[in-house]
C-alpha cells in the first residue's frame, strides 16, 4: 500500500520561508519521479516543482528562483524549502510520486498525499 504523508504546512507573512517534507512508503521512490502539486481554491491543481530519481529539477516558472526541491532515496523522502512567499502561493500543496515527469508537470500524478495548507497573507 504506497503512501505519501506531508508534513510542514503552516500560515506565514509574504516574504517568509516554509519548508515542506514527505515521507514515502509502501515502495521505493527511487524507482519514481516525485513533486509537489497545489491546488488553490477555484483553481485546477497544477505542478510546483518536480524532480526525477537522478536529482534533475525542473520548476513552474511561477516558483523558479523561490522554491527548491531536493529528495533524500535513502529515506524515501522528498522536501519543498519555500522562500520569499506571496500570497499567490497560498494552496494546498500535495506531494505526489509518478512515473513520468511530464505528468507531474501537468499537476496529475499516479500517487498522491493528503495534502497541507500553505497560507500567505
Known amino acids: 500500500h504506497v503512501q505519501l504523508v506531508e508534513s510542514g504546512g503552516g500560515s506565514v507573512q509574504a516574504g517568509g520561508s516554509l519548508r515542506l517534507s514527505c515521507v514515502a512508503s509502501g515502495y521505493t521512490s527511487i524507482s519514481y519521479c516525485m513533486g509537489w502539486l497545489r491546488q488553490a481554491p477555484g483553481k485546477e491543481r497544477e505542478g510546483v516543482a518536480w524532480?526525477?530519481?537522478?536529482?534533475?529539477?525542473q520548476y513552474a516558472a511561477s516558483v523558479e528562483g523561490r522554491f527548491t526541491i531536493s529528495r533524500d532515496n535513502n529515506v524515501n523522502a522528498l522536501y519543498l524549502q519555500m522562500d520569499s512567499l506571496k500570497p499567490e502561493d497560498t494552496a494546498i500543496y500535495y506531494c505526489a510520486a509518478d512515473v513520468w515527469m511530464a505528468s507531474l508537470a501537468l499537476g496529475k500524478a499516479t500517487y498522491r498525499g493528503q495534502g497541507t495548507q500553505v497560507t500567505v497573507s
Open positions: 524532480i526525477d530519481k537522478d536529482g534533475r529539477t
